[in-house]
């Protein structure tokens, strides 16, 4: 006999009231701490709650605070001789970089007549460009230490302010923040992991964080398709303030008329929620400023971002992030929730944001979280919250990291021209690598931390037992979304995939989009692959024509993802065709719940006119008699459709010039998806 599944409990959005009526107290559906049903304290909500001396819980007070020296190092301050002698190195090897650009370099091109690209400088880049990645690059390999690499975020941050200069029309609102109550914040979670918890203690296995089980790590990644258990979480392991919240940061960016040259266009309620990109351990809202400014530019007046701030590692490992990343959410839409508290700087910019119009993106490291976030949203808020969250109508990934096991062709490369240094993550399988490895290990920073800086139940315990931590969590859905158990990413949204052929994380970001497009079939999936350019070139728009291009891209994304949304919407308050109705009427019309392809794919099949058809019956008739859909000349793509690919996915190659074809360029996908080293470790097995 099978044994009945027992329900969710269910958390209204608003994180106060429960269906029955009842005040949920110290996380729970229910009062003293109870889960609601049997009455029973949880060992997940005790593993958060204080002493009665209003101490943190055991396991975060188990270890010492960072002493005052390494808070220096963690704010990116160099005081150590090593650190000094770091800067004396750099600017050695940025002299020797720029020496042999211009020695050895520029007289082979010469010779070629310009013709042939060299190890240093691509024929396709200007040469002041080739100039300008030389020095980030020695400036990457020399980095050292988590001091280092904060430093060089800093003097970044402090770099890309240089190009605010040349925004205008835009309004930036920083310095915004509000406070986050992680016990009200993390109830749905909870609630939705609750039975995968409770079947652990009922089966004897610990899930303590100073002494979790076997059994704990290996439900961090369960296997078994899609109907397998949702993968279990990680508490955190990171301080938060005394009162249990803690504090985020952030900054608005707005679109303004331009009063010289009026947008034609309507006003745009498009607001973007951004997560800026940095390997999860440095880099700020203050690097992206420029690049959000010129898309909410490019998508019309009246679009907004808000660029987070969110924790960073080692000081807040996974999956810190993703739950700044739903208190952002939650910011911007329900600003009244029981888990936020605004100051008045933070409630100013209208709020709520209807999530309708609400779009989510980021890069690199931001592009991981964004996509961690959405699934995150499916699969451990929607099925305890009632009525379900709204999830925004697009995600912009460019360069997501969705291997953080660097397992994949090209983060193993030694491609010259990629200011992105690799690997910067371990094989789940290779413990000699991870205990060897410390100085770009990023992908050890985010899940652990570091054990030199701050010391937690998952680095201060010993190697063996850190590493335990780090083989299963990267193998967690919300780290290596790539490789993630099938089923794990259905029920996304409209998705769009930036990469570069120069990109180290080029196939991570092909094997993401190949198997979004295989478990959304509903909805539009499309990734451009930019020829010759580098990691995230879209933040370097005063650089690349491509970055600029590639913003355009994105704006256009956006726009063609409303339209979608807008018809589906329409569609559904007209009820909605059937089946057998979609057959004989218009494509934009089929139902959103039909069960094969949906609006989003058919809408890439059928013809799209540059202009809507004059007035006039004849015209009329053979657009009716040709089932042709009209789309308004600015909403249109503009984009090429891609080529014709059994996983849905709109596959384009963008030139420099802004020509697209539909193409892929890279490893192939099967050698790709049998990469993962542990479906090797099986495959030898058998």
């Known amino acids: 006999m099978v044994k009945p599944k027992k329900p969710h409990t269910l958390y209204s959005r608003s994180g106060t009231d429960v269906p029955n009526g009842k005040k949920a107290t110290n996380g729970t559906n229910g009062t003293n701490g109870t889960n609601g049903t049997n009455g029973t304290t949880t060992l997940d909500d005790n593993a958060q709650q204080k002493d009665q001396n209003g101490n943190p819980p055991s396991h975060q007070r188990h270890f010492p605070p960072p002493s005052i020296f390494q808070r220096a190092l963690l704010n990116g301050i160099l005081y150590r001789p090593s650190d000094v002698f770091f800067i004396f190195r750099v600017l050695i090897a940025t002299l020797w970089a720029v020496v042999r650009l211009h020695c050895f370099e520029l007289p082979y091109h010469f010779l070629t ?3 042939k690209s060299s190890k240093q400088h691509p024929v396709e880049w200007s040469w002041w460009t ?14 050292r230490n988590m001091g280092q690499v904060r430093f060089v975020g800093l003097a970044i941050g402090q770099l890309m302010q240089i190009e605010n200069f040349f925004i205008t029309n835009v309004k930036v609102t920083r310095g915004v923040q509000f406070k986050v109550n992680r016990e009200i914040l993390l109830r749905p979670e909870r609630a939705t992991l609750a039975e995968v918890r409770e079947e652990l203690r009922r089966k004897g296995f610990s899930d303590d964080p100073l002494n979790p089980s076997m059994a704990f790590f290996e439900s961090l990644h369960p296997e078994g398709g899609p109907n397998a258990p949702v993968a279990n979480m990680p508490e955190e392991v990171g301080s938060i303030d005394d009162d249990g919240t803690y504090t985020l940061k952030g900054e608005w960016i707005e679109a303004l008329e331009d009063p010289m040259n009026p947008d034609p266009r309507p006003r745009s309620k498009t607001v973007i929620l951004y997560f800026h990109g940095g390997a999860h351990v440095f880099c700020s809202s203050k690097t992206h400023t420029h690049m959000l400014a010129r898309l909410c530019k490019a998508v019309g007046p009246g679009t907004r971002a808000f660029n987070l701030d969110y924790r960073l590692s080692p000081e807040h490992p996974f999956p810190a992030a993703i739950h700044d990343a739903f208190a952002a959410y939650l910011y911007l839409t329900e600003p009244d929730h029981a888990a936020l508290t605004l100051d008045e700087e933070s409630a100013v910019h209208e709020l709520a944001v209807d999530p309708r119009d609400l779009v989510v993106g980021g890069d690199s ?11 995150y949203m499916v699969r451990y808020v929607q099925p305890s919250t009632e009525p379900k969250f709204v999830l925004p ?14 397992s994949l062709p090209a983060a193993k490369n030694e491609d010259w021209y990629c200011f992105c240094p690799g690997p910067i993550g371990i094989s789940p399988v290779d413990k000699n690598a991870y205990l060897t490895l410390k100085e770009q290990n990023y992908s050890g920073y985010y899940l652990c931390g570091d054990p030199d800086l701050m010391l937690n139940t998952r680095n201060g315990l ?3 037992r850190s590493w335990e931590w780090y083989s299963h969590l990267v193998q967690h859905p919300l780290v290596s979304a790539a490789h993630s158990a099938k089923g794990s990413m259905a029920g996304l949204t409209n998705t769009i995939v930036h990469t570069a052929t120069h990109d180290r994380l080029v196939d991570d970001s092909r094997l993401y989009a190949h198997r979004l497009g ?15 350019m580098v990691h995230v070139h879209q933040v370097l728009p005063l650089l690349f024509k491509s970055a600029r291009i590639a913003i355009d891209n994105l704006a256009r994304f956006i726009e063609r993802s409303r339209y979608i949304r ?16 979609s057959k004989s009427s218009s494509p934009l019309k089929a139902s959103p719940v039909t069960p094969t392809r949906t609006f989003a794919a058919v ?8 202009s809507p058809p004059t007035n006039g019956d004849k015209k009329e008739e053979e657009v009716a008699d040709q089932k042709v859909v009209v789309v308004p000349a600015f909403m249109q793509p503009t984009m090429a459709r891609g080529k014709s690919a059994e996983d849905g996915v709109e596959w384009v190659i963008v030139e420099q010039n802004g020509r697209e074809t539909a193409g892929d360029e890279g490893t192939a996908i099967p050698i790709l998806i049998n990469a993962w080293p542990l479906r090797q470790q099986e495959s030898k097995e058998e």
């Open 518 to 532: 295989l478990e959304n079939s509903s909805r539009l999936t499309r990734i451009e692959i930019y020829k010759d």
């Open 113 to 115: 007549r310009f013709k």
């Open 130 to 143: 080739s100039f300008f990645f030389s020095i980030i690059r020695v400036v990457g390999s020399k980095v």
């Open 566 to 581: 807008d018809e589906q919407e329409r569609s559904s308050t007209n009820g909605g065709a059937s089946t057998t109705q």
């Open 365 to 375: 490291a931001g592009g991981s979280l964004a996509a961690a976030f959405m699934m």
């Open 603 to 610: 809408l890439r099949k059928v013809s799209v006119r540059e």
């Open 393 to 406: 109508h697009a995600a912009l990934l460019l360069s997501p990291w969705t291997d953080l096991s660097s």
């Open 462 to 464: 010993g190697v063996d």
